[in-house]
């Protein structure tokens, strides 16, 4: 994000809302929009299909990553399909497509001094790195100029998410200058200087040329960069509003080793923005020269890291320079922070990577955290030297299955068990089914309860996954053969919220945690914070651990839904608590 002028196109745009802050746009195509929806685990594809265009809803596009369709709408229908979908028990959440803007006006070009640099010790970095080629920063924005001379020699192959093509001309000039602040070439007697030289850029496009992107197109970006091999992907992005496919695409990175960086916002504000209040993101602010918080900046418990983000002197679309300021730019030169950390050490899992970045700031404000600058302003050479100091770990654990047998044909409840090993320690196993997570322990000697009434009736692949504190992880399979009786089933879960009580005030790490019963048996549950799919499990306990420092002050409502195997759907008496 960006802070603009006086009369901006933001306050252009939303000027019928009577809002700056718009907090509920969806993205739009002449009188459509969009919803996003994530069917119930056992759904029949063809039958989620055949449902959805009976609704008026055709799926438009797919994130196959996510499991998630995108769908149009009527904008007059909206409401009505939305709650019609909600009600039909064949999916996870269904929420709207939302957007986040990323506009932006260039300050006064005569800023030739890359003031940053220094601040953030970057001089002293480039002694142990200059960063490696093979660790490429997936930037998420309006594009890049291909053919400035401080920037083209840096790109590889991006995509557009809004033509669908390989063309990643820059719709508004933002993404140009987002991707020069973390890797315009450097020591090339050409224009300006940047923190990683030898990082390569891919363009990834989702901003229109009025300076707004959709959430579906972000998700999917970030899914394409993780893909595609780049662990730092940077979003200069902001919208006001969660997001279940938005937290999902974060996850799925994470997952991968990848971590996504985004700014935090420039409304001077408390409130959460978005993807950079997301579990697993790390939301930047913005700092001056001086070592303050900007003026424009956003801020509160949500905030990780800060980096400079005023007169950042970066590559313009057409060939030229200029001075930004805004946190689109403090979050870019803390994700090329991130590319020098990994270019010295490859082998750093994603929670290391965080780890490393936060202990090694340089503390601004409150001793420790604090809600201007999270954990400290970024200090790249204490990140270098902690990197080459970096002892991982590459070996992953090993792990077996003793029961079920391959091949063996299972029915009803069946415990899935093993064990694993490794030379560090164990710190989580978790069994999957299908490729969709099924639960999770602790315990190195596992045993876990499987619902073969949550999946159809024929083979099944059940992997057990084990992780180490660095991250390795180590796995077994078995292949079985479900055979289950289903009978006619109309009666839907019980469910209940059982903590936190209706009415507590919360803060720190909160346990929420949902009971679920059924006549016949739970196949899944899932737990929501104001709307937004935060948990979604098959197996008790049904728990979510809620961290409210990334949430805003207030009121906010939890609720929670169970399904059974023939699609009826529970809901628990929803909760507010205050925060």
Not at 189 to 199: E, K, L, Y
């Amino acid at each position: 994000m960006t802070t603009k002028p006086r009369v901006s196109l933001l306050t252009f745009r939303c000027l019928p809302l009577l809002a700056v802050t718009c907090s509920a746009i969806w993205a739009q195509r002449a009188n459509e929009s969009q919803l996003m929806v994530q069917p119930r685990l056992g759904a029949d594809s063809k039958a989620v299909a055949q449902f959805l265009a009976a609704s008026g809803a055709p799926i438009d596009h797919t994130l196959a990553a996510l499991n998630v369709h995108v769908l149009r709408v009527p904008t007059t229908a909206l409401d009505r399909v939305q709650q019609a979908l909600e009600n039909s028990g064949m999916f996870i959440f269904v929420e709207k497509d939302q957007i986040a803007q990323a506009t932006a006006t260039p300050n006064d070009p005569d800023y030739p001094s890359a003031w940053h640099l220094t601040q953030i010790s970057a001089p002293s970095a480039w002694d142990s790195t200059t960063g490696s080629p093979n660790v490429v920063i997936a930037i998420v924005d309006s594009g890049a100029d291909s053919t400035h001379p401080d920037l083209g020699p840096k790109l590889v192959p991006g995509w557009s998410f809004l033509t669908g093509t390989s063309n990643i001309s820059d719709t508004m000039g933002h993404g140009t200058a987002t991707a020069g602040t973390s890797g315009a070439a450097t020591n090339n007697s050409t224009g300006v200087s940047s923190i990683a030289w030898q990082n390569p850029i891919m363009p990834l496009v989702v901003v229109d040329s009025t300076g707004y992107a959709s959430y579906s197109n972000m998700a999917n970006a970030i899914t394409y960069a993780t893909d595609h091999g780049a662990r730092i992907i940077n979003l200069s992005l902001a919208g006001s509003g969660a997001s279940s496919t938005l937290q999902n695409a974060v996850n799925y990175a994470w997952s991968k080793g990848a971590v996504v960086f985004a700014s935090a916002g420039n409304s001077s504000s408390s409130s959460p923005y978005y993807p950079a209040a997301c579990d697993n993101a790390l939301a930047i602010s913005s700092t001056n020269s001086q070592d303050q918080l900007s003026g424009f900046s956003n801020y509160g418990s949500w905030i990780d890291l800060a980096a400079p983000g005023e007169n950042i002197w970066t590559t313009n679309s057409g060939g030229g320079y200029g001075a930004w300021s805004g946190t689109s730019f403090s979050s870019p030169i803390a994700a090329a922070v991130g590319a020098l950390a990994l270019s010295l050490q490859p082998s750093l899992s994603a929670s290391a990577l965080v780890s490393l970045l936060e202990q090694n700031t340089d503390d601004l404000g409150t001793p420790g955290f604090d809600t201007s600058f999270g954990w400290g302003r970024v200090n790249a050479y204490k990140v270098a030297l902690a990197a080459k100091g970096f002892v991982g770990d590459t070996i992953p654990p090993t792990v077996s299955i003793s029961s079920p047998a391959a091949a063996e044909t299972v029915s009803g409840t069946v415990t899935v068990s093993g064990s694993a090993a490794d030379n560090t320690g164990v710190t989580k196993v978790e069994l999957w089914v299908d490729g969709v997570l099924n639960s999770s322990t602790t315990s190195a000697a596992f045993s876990f309860s499987w619902n073969s009434a949550g999946v159809a009736n024929g083979g099944h692949t059940l992997v057990a996954k084990a992780y180490d504190a660095a991250g390795n992880v180590g796995q077994a399979s078995v292949n079985v053969a479900v055979s289950n009786v289903i009978p006619p089933d109309t009666v839907p879960p019980a469910v209940a919220i059982t903590n936190p009580a209706n009415g507590a005030t919360v803060n720190g790490n909160v346990k929420i945690n949902v009971s679920a019963s059924d006549n016949v048996a739970v196949t899944q549950a899932a737990i929501y914070i104001d709307g937004v799919l935060k948990y979604t499990g098959t197996a008790p306990p049904y728990t979510y651990n809620w961290n409210t420092q990334k949430t805003a002050p207030g009121t906010h409502t939890i609720t929670a839904k169970a399904w059974d195997a023939a699609g009826n759907i529970g809901s628990a008496s929803p909760i507010s608590v205050k925060h």
